[in-house]
């Protein structure tokens, strides 16, 4: 504040000093009161701030509850972890299972002649690779060529494949890289064996992933299989110039006494629920592996952190809505109904019923009680009681599920508008797939260089050109295999996850999408007569369920229904043959699952607690702006009094002047005497 230093001159009057008490008088009251507002709801804020974290700690401690994934998880130990590696799913059932692994899974490895650099012109034509199980044996040496090539036999599951070889990757290292690239399934790579560089094919782990390579240089087929250009690579019963250096071969092991062969060392589905990781073989030394399935220990541990979470939540609220009589305090939040709200609709969720037909209904069933000052206390015997007496039960207490007794109604998911209920499931037409019928071929049907190729468009996908193995198809249900094989291996459908069924009845080739409903459709792009994939072929359109859940009408996309109504998001999966009122699903939200829709509903953007901490800093600002206008206000009282000062000091001023000048002219009169005193 700037003030005038010569106010007074003339009067006499401290003016300074009186102005500034003025101001003080003016702006501390007003001051006063806008910082112990603005103190308040600081406090306020942080205290908000603070139970913000508190109840995200609490919905972070809902996560493993909520989830039938995570709370049925299983236990499973082994008693030799340096031979095999196990893990379950919820599906895995307790057990105790001695297993021996013999043979390790491994994948057949081709290696070619050594060249001096990798940059060698190998030469150019087609790779194609071939998958199946191959009879083969290397003999002594490979140099010597004493090797046996017996025969081959195909994988029906997997299609050959092939890679262009030009000027442009015609080298060592750019088939390497061609055939990479090209992603098939075989991995090529090159070695510096001390002697030079060699070319190395790996096909997949396992015994009928074995390769066999084929060459087509262009020209007259024995040049496909000499030993100049790109025929240096070919390895099949024509000609074998590359070098097996390690067979194809199958893992096996014994699970309680029982052969088991998988082309993986990860075997899955030997034991349900069940994945056990090979590490090395140890014939003659069966180990034990056992599964403990309903977690007991695990879901005790998360129950307990669920309890002890609520608490510290609890603790917190209670620390800033409680008033204390001994040291005359208040929380910071005592009154607030925001606050208030909050626990009371957390505290209604926790003492709610759960309808889901199991035993326990209700956490009081299973031992966790609400104590006098809100919190929760946890009887941990009465918890193990319940998790041995029906595991299964105290789950579905916690986590959304919905549950069926007809094997034709999955429940999939739920959303938050999905109310609790019992949900009759009642259903007028069942899903089905497109289908196209190509016109009625007989066999036996050769296939060759003219009539090999096709394309189909499936789901709106447009396939490839598609080639199959040219030979001749006595048994049209190879060639429908083969035919399946193909479209599967296309790299557009397996991008969308997309594929077919092929099927030879009444004289035609069916070829059936994979999909269900108005997504699934199959037609002809590229014709081929001799498969009667001709403009006559009939193309059958796909139908999506329809039905209702509960009393409304459901919308059907594919199998999946999807309810309206109180069963709004309700998601279930129809299956089966049979139309009509086909039973009912029980949905539940579950504790954990309503309590972490209320709490997100809290942490929303938009819900109580930030529309609450907008709100403080809203009139924490308009407390700003107050004490702006504040002093704007006292700016303008003090210019306003200086001014007053300022004249009153001018007219003292004159005053005192025209006081002086009459004096002077009455001391001149004559006979005059002014007495001065």
């Known amino acids: 504040m700037t003030h005038i230093t010569a106010t007074g001159i003339g009067s006499g009057l401290d003016a300074n000093g009186i102005l500034e008490q003025i101001v003080a008088a003016e702006r501390g009251p007003t001051e006063n009161r806008l910082n112990l507002k603005e103190a308040k709801l600081q406090a306020e804020l942080s205290a908000f701030g603070s139970l913000k974290g508190a109840i995200s700690s609490f919905q972070s401690s809902l996560s493993k509850l909520k989830s039938p994934t995570f709370f049925n998880s299983s236990n499973v ?123 190395l094919f790996t096909a997949q782990q396992g015994l009928d992933n074995s390769l066999q390579i084929s060459i087509d240089e262009g020209g007259a087929a024995s040049a496909n299989i000499d030993t100049s250009g790109l025929s240096i690579l070919a390895f099949n019963s024509s000609a074998t110039n590359i070098e097996q250096t390690q067979a194809a071969q199958d893992a096996q092991l ?120 809100g919190s929760l206390s946890l009887n941990a015997s009465t918890l193990n009681s319940a998790l041995n007496d029906d595991f299964d039960s105290v789950a579905q207490l916690f986590y959304a599920n919905g549950s069926t007794a007809n094997s034709s109604i999955s429940y999939l998911n739920a959303s938050s508008k999905t109310q609790d209920g019992n949900y009759r499931v009642l259903i007028n037409t069942l899903a089905t797939q497109a289908q196209l019928n190509a016109e009625a ?83 002809v792009f590229l014709q081929n007569t001799v498969l009667g994939l001709t403009a006559n072929a009939t193309e059958i359109t796909a139908s999506d369920v329809s039905g209702n859940i509960g009393d409304a009408a459901a919308t059907g996309s594919g199998q999946t229904l999807t309810g309206n109504g109180d069963a709004t998001g309700l998601a279930l999966q129809i299956s089966g043959v049979n139309t009509g009122n086909i039973g009912s699903v029980i949905y539940s939200t579950g504790i954990a699952g309503r309590l972490d829709r209320l709490l997100s509903q809290f942490l929303d953007s938009k819900g109580q607690l930030d529309n609450k901490t907008s709100t403080l800093e809203s009139q924490i600002s308009n407390i700003a702006q107050q004490r702006i206008d504040l002093t704007e206000r006292v700016n303008e009282l003090e210019a306003r009094y200086r001014k007053q000062f300022t004249a009153l000091d001018v007219l003292i001023s004159q005053m005192n002047t025209t006081s002086s000048f009459l004096q002077q002219q009455l001391e001149s009169l004559p006979g005059v005497v002014f007495n001065k005193k």
């Open 77 to 199: 130990s082994v008693s030799n972890t340096d031979v095999l590696l196990a893990s379950t799913t919820s599906i895995a059932q307790p057990g105790t299972y001695t297993v021996e692994v013999t043979s390790l899974a491994q994948a057949q490895t081709l290696a070619s002649v050594s060249y001096t650099a990798i940059d060698d012109v190998v030469g150019s034509g087609t790779l194609s690779f071939s998958f199946g199980t191959t009879v083969y044996d290397p003999g002594t040496s490979f140099i010597a060529g004493d090797d046996t090539y017996t025969s081959f036999t195909q994988n029906p599951d997997l299609s050959s494949q092939s890679v262009t070889i030009d000027s442009s990757n015609n080298t060592l290292s750019g088939i390497r890289d061609a055939v990479n690239a090209a992603k098939i399934g075989v991995n090529a790579s090159i070695v510096d064996d001390g002697s030079g560089f060699r070319l």
């Open 254 to 373: 014994t699970v309680n006494g029982l052969s088991i062969t998988r082309e993986s060392n990860s075997i899955v589905g030997a034991v349900q629920g069940v994945t056990l990781n090979l590490l090395k073989t140890d014939v003659g030394n069966p180990l034990q592996v056992q599964v403990i399935n309903n977690n007991i220990s695990e879901a005790q541990t998360n129950i307990t952190a669920f309890v002890n979470s609520y608490n510290e939540l609890s603790q917190i609220m209670s620390g800033f809505t409680e008033y204390n009589a001994e040291s005359d305090k208040a929380g910071i939040l005592l009154g607030d109904s925001t606050t208030r709200n909050i626990m009371r609709q957390i505290q209604r969720e926790l003492g709610g019923v759960i309808n889901n037909g199991g035993l326990f209904n209700g956490l009081g069933s299973i031992g966790i009680t609400t104590n006098r000052n």
């Open 441 to 523: 071929v007989s066999g036996p049907i050769t296939i060759d260089g003219t009539n090999d190729s096709f394309s189909l468009v499936v789901d709106g996908i447009s396939t490839s050109t598609l080639n199959i193995s040219q030979a001749v198809y006595s048994d049209m249900a190879l060639l429908a295999q083969e035919m399946q094989n193909r479209i599967n291996a296309d790299s557009a459908l397996q991008t969308a996850s997309l594929g077919v069924s092929v099927a030879y009845a009444s004289g035609q080739f069916q070829i059936s999408s994979a999909t269900y409903g108005g997504a699934s459709s199959v037609s």
